[in-house]
């Protein structure tokens, strides 16, 4: 299983774009990166999730360089609702095959 | 689309009680499910996995007949957490995935379990 290093925490005001970077060094040719938010007391809600190069849904965008080694999550124009914790899981996507949960980047959207 | 429904939401019972926790995949079928437990301010650990008409794969560390596993049909798997004790107190949460191939986890918003 890919092993993922990302930023403990981050502060952003209200307003700004973010971009939280995750590192996997190790991700395998099958494996996809998938982002996930989550809210205390709450199951993690998913984000966005892409192979290589860029993704871009209603609610974020991810970047992916060629080497795959590293992704980042931009996020446009946070508001207070986007403090939550964000994770970044890397594995293959489908069926039985399981992923782990890295530590997270814990998000404060300051006013 | 895409909804895991988990139940209940929030079980305080005493020591000693076995509680079930469901999980259910409404609009999607899944031969596989997650479960996974969070202790306060950490990230989630995984379990075991959930594998429909098998045996559940238990993670290292995680007992199997403390924590038993059902994967009735392609939509329901259920955690019993037996003869639960105060260590049981936590969040678990479930997840599932489509059998189809490039689709993430959805997760269940999780069961707080709180053990007198």
């Known amino acids: ?111 | 689309g895409a909804v895991v429904s988990q139940h209940p939401s929030w079980v305080i019972c005493k020591s000693g009680t076995s509680v079930k926790i469901e999980c259910r995949s409404l609009d999607f079928q899944a031969t596989t499910m997650f479960w996974y437990r969070q202790f306060p301010k950490q990230s989630l650990m995984l379990m075991a996995t959930s594998n429909e008409g098998s045996k559940a794969t238990y993670e290292q560390g995680v007992e199997k007949d403390k924590f038993l596993i059902n994967h009735a049909s392609l939509t329901l798997s259920t955690l019993t957490v037996t003869s639960a004790h105060p260590e049981d107190s936590s969040f678990y949460i479930c997840s599932a995935r489509a059998d189809y191939s490039n689709q993430p986890q959805h997760f269940g918003d999780g069961t707080r379990l709180s053990i007198l």
């Open chain 1, 1 to 111: 299983l890919a092993k993922t290093t990302q930023p403990i925490s981050m502060d952003s005001y209200e307003g700004q774009e973010v971009n939280i970077t995750c590192s996997h060094n190790n991700i395998a040719t099958n494996d996809y990166i998938t982002w996930y938010q989550q809210f205390p007391s709450q199951g993690p809600r998913f984000i966005i999730q892409g192979y290589k190069t860029k993704v871009t849904n209603e609610v974020a965008s991810l970047f992916i360089p060629a080497d795959r080694k590293s992704s980042t999550l931009s996020l446009p124009r946070v508001s207070l609702s986007d403090t939550a914790v964000y994770y970044c899981l890397v594995g293959p996507s489908g069926g039985y095959q399981k992923v782990t949960f890295g530590t997270g980047t814990k998000l404060q959207v300051i006013p």
